[in-house]
């Protein structure tokens, strides 16, 4: 099948130093938990107050971090491959995780870690190849059971261990609103409604609360654990961004949907820097980062695109860049996202 897609993408080079390795002497224990439909904004001291100030004093927060794909499974799967969705394929509804490729709890499984994954959105469920690598693996829907399997599991943990999380109360923010019988989600996603931004505040910082819990029950078990925090994809709540208004997820590559919190115990401050998630993997297990450009994919089935870049517009992935026309894009980027197959 055709692949359609509209991409905004970072119209520079990105030079990341290599990483910093998580172990140097014995391998560390290590949890990983994405806040689902984290917008990077919202992890602040306002709305997010203990996990916050937790970070603040004990980790390395990424100002500008981004997301490869925005919605869940293409997006986690760059997170655990180290590819883009057009390099793993998982970028539309009903694609499952190929495997030619070797996640990260496969290969933190080679190096010797006990591996456990506690997931609360379906699209990271068994059926979709997501599981693999896994020691032990639960999908459960209700809320805060991913929490809750997983200090199930840190009381007999085998170690090293490695702890993936994805927890939904963020992501079911509009719940609030089936508590209102006139309410008809589709309708309200369409039309501005002053009102979401505090309703999705009310579910962060609920989440903040989940996840502050977590961390002090993971540090109690052991104080040395590094741990992870970001999110698969962020949220709009009505903005316009470079000439889209961006309500929801899994609509356009913009800021408020593509720009998500990182958070890692344990390493360097370097607050500021700029990094996506497919970069996650080398950082855990030692690797060069992936070179070239920050990208942002989105693959529709039936909405067409053409692949002539002068009909896209890039929007440089910086808090104060402006947006670039296609000819303003460097040769070697170009080169790039030709290879990728984004260019003619």
């Not at 943990?157 to 927890?167: D, S, V």
């Not at 030692?286 to 039936?302: C, R």
């Amino acid at each position: 099948m055709k692949k359609h897609l509209i991409i905004f993408a970072a119209v520079f080079a990105v030079t990341i130093a290599a990483p910093i390795l998580f172990w140097r002497s014995k391998k560390p224990n290590i949890v990983l938990i994405c806040i689902d439909t984290l917008r990077a904004d919202h992890f602040t001291a306002e709305h997010m107050p203990l996990t916050y100030q937790w970070a603040k004093e004990n980790a390395a927060i990424y100002n500008a971090a981004y997301s490869n794909s925005t919605w869940t499974l293409p997006s986690h799967v760059s997170m655990f491959s180290g590819l883009l969705p057009s390099e793993h394929k998982v970028a539309n509804q009903g694609d499952k995780v190929a495997p030619t490729f070797d996640l990260l709890p496969e290969t933190l499984q080679k190096k010797g870690y006990t591996t456990a994954g506690f997931v609360e959105n379906l699209w990271l469920s068994a059926p979709f190849g997501f599981s693999r690598g896994f020691h032990e693996y639960i999908y459960n829907a209700a809320p805060q059971s991913a929490f809750a399997n997983a200090e199930k599991f840190l009381e007999s943990a085998k170690t090293p261990y490695f702890i993936f999380i994805n927890t939904m109360t963020v992501h079911e923010w509009w719940a609030t609103l089936r508590s209102y019988p006139i309410t008809d989600e589709g309708f309200v996603a369409a039309v501005d409604n002053p009102a979401s931004g505090s309703l999705y505040a009310e579910a962060v910082s609920a989440s903040d609360k989940q996840v502050f819990q977590f961390i002090a029950a993971v540090l109690k078990h052991d104080p040395e654990t590094r741990i992870i925090l970001t999110s698969d994809h962020g949220e709009g709540l009505g903005e316009s961004e470079y000439g889209y208004v961006s309500k929801g997820h899994h609509t356009y590559p913009v800021p408020s949907q593509t720009r998500v919190p990182l958070i890692i115990s344990g390493k360097p401050r370097t607050e500021g820097a700029l990094f996506d998630l497919r970069s996650l993997k080398s950082l855990i297990i030692g690797e060069p980062f992936p070179a070239g450009a920050i990208v942002s994919e989105i693959n529709y089935k039936d909405i067409h695109y053409t692949a002539t870049i002068s009909e896209r517009q890039y929007a440089i992935k910086e808090s104060d860049a402006k947006p670039s026309n296609a000819d303003d894009i460097p040769p070697d980027i170009a080169a790039q996202l030709k290879t990728l197959g984004y260019l003619n």
